[in-house]
């Protein structure tokens, strides 16, 4: 284990559910990382919090909605979301700062929207 | 251009056979090179790291740098069938001080 937890494992969730991602760091870092990895696709960077601050919302649309309460958890709220949002999302954290280099991923949610 | 160009395969190869898996950059800030493996179903994790041009090797694997060419490369010798995954190479740089990854490679080896 990485030292990082999502949960859950896989979701189904209709488009008009709410649901949360969680994800969970034991490693004492100071920023994580939601992205989402398609089919095909380069990870894609969706959001980063550095020191429990927001500091990159790559663009992603406002039906995901990212939550850091402290430097150890972080949630990705979903709502109406879109079959195209089917993916697998990662979380990640790294020392923070400057000190970027080295990610540490968890085994990721698999969304199913349907 | 994208920044980081990588073909994604897949690549299937017999056990022991010398795999090469390369990535293609444009921006010359990236000062930080990794490649990363992910299992299917599970999260990537950091394989190598290195920040320089030249060979750097541990164990059976070899990551090279050629920053002239941006131009970075994974080898695996003698590779085994546990090698079978999809490997991501990763750059770090420049101001925003963030990861950008290739597409991934799928590697499969058989036995």
């Known amino acids: 284990e990485t030292g990082v937890t999502q949960t859950p494992r896989h979701l189904v969730m209709g488009m008009t559910n709410k649901k949360s991602l969680k994800c969970e760091q034991h490693?004492?870092?100071?920023?994580m990382y939601w992205y989402k990895q398609s089919a095909k696709k380069p990870l894609e960077l969706m959001f980063v919090?550095?020191?429990?601050?927001?500091?990159e919302n790559n663009s992603v649309p406002s039906r995901f909605s990212p939550e850091c309460p402290n430097s150890s958890h972080l949630f990705l709220h979903l709502h109406t979301l879109q079959p195209e949002d089917s993916a697998l999302y990662l979380c990640?954290?790294?020392?923070?700062?400057?000190?970027?280099?080295?990610?540490?991923f968890g085994q990721g949610t698999r969304l199913t929207v349907v | 251009q994208k920044e980081v160009e990588q073909d994604p395969g897949p690549l299937s190869v017999p056990e022991g056979a010398i795999v090469s898996l390369n990535c293609t950059y444009s921006?010359?800030?990236?000062?930080?090179f990794m490649w990363y493996r992910q299992y299917s179903r599970k999260g990537p994790e950091l394989l190598m790291y290195?920040?320089?041009?030249g060979n750097k090797e541990d164990g059976r694997f070899t990551a090279q740098v050629d920053k002239s060419s941006k131009y970075i490369s994974l080898f695996i010798r003698d590779s085994q069938p546990s090698d079978s995954a999809t490997y991501l190479c990763?750059?770090?740089?420049?101001?925003?001080?963030?990861?950008?990854f290739g597409k991934g490679t799928l590697l499969t080896v058989n036995p």
């Open positions: 921006n010359s800030a990236f000062q930080y």
């Open positions: 990763a750059l770090f740089g420049g101001s925003n001080y963030k990861l950008t």
């Open positions: 990640a954290s790294t020392i923070g700062g400057t000190q970027n280099t080295e990610a540490f």
């Open positions: 290195t920040y320089s041009s």
């Open positions: 490693l004492g870092h100071n920023a």
């Open positions: 919090y550095n020191f429990k601050e927001q500091t």
